[in-house]
């Protein structure tokens, strides 16, 4: 996975995907709109971003595939994890984490 703890537990962060009889296949008159919604293996892209980790493994979500997800050299950062622990603080009662355009890291966390 993309990422890991020094308790060797596995922490895969990526987005959620979905295919079976339980999913539409197509979006109505839409051909574009179907094409980007779906790989070429039939899997629908729910725009969610997931986190597998634990044991057992579970799946947690933890924001929107192109909003919550901040790009850092590399690495995939949850907006939403860093904004619920900043609200753990007592002196903290509303709080907002951005991806800020950086040149050299893809964003930087702001």
């Given at each position: 996975?993309?990422?890991?703890?020094?308790?060797?537990?596995?922490?895969?962060?990526?987005?959620?995907?979905?295919?079976?009889?339980?999913?539409?296949?197509?979006?109505?008159?839409?051909?574009?709109?179907?094409?980007?919604?779906?790989?070429?293996?039939?899997?629908?892209?729910?725009?969610?971003?997931?986190?597998?980790?634990?044991?057992?493994?579970s799946w947690k979500?933890?924001?929107?595939?192109?909003?919550?997800?901040?790009?850092?050299?590399?690495?995939?950062?949850?907006?939403?994890?860093?904004?619920?622990?900043?609200?753990?603080?007592?002196?903290?009662?509303?709080?907002?984490?951005?991806?800020?355009?950086?040149?050299?890291?893809?964003?930087?966390?702001g």
């Amino acid at each position: 996975g993309e990422g890991g703890d020094d308790e060797g537990e596995d922490e895969s962060i990526g987005e959620l995907c979905v295919r079976g009889p339980q999913v539409f296949g197509k979006y109505w008159g839409k051909p574009d709109a179907t094409s980007e919604a779906f790989d070429d293996d039939g899997f629908f892209r729910t725009g969610d971003t997931v986190q597998l980790s634990g044991s057992p493994p579970s799946w947690k979500i933890v924001g929107r595939t192109s909003v919550d997800i901040i790009k850092y050299s590399g690495y995939k950062i949850s907006a939403l994890d860093i904004e619920n622990k900043l609200l753990q603080h007592p002196s903290i009662r509303e709080c907002a984490v951005v991806g800020i355009a950086d040149e050299v890291r893809g964003q930087l966390v702001g």
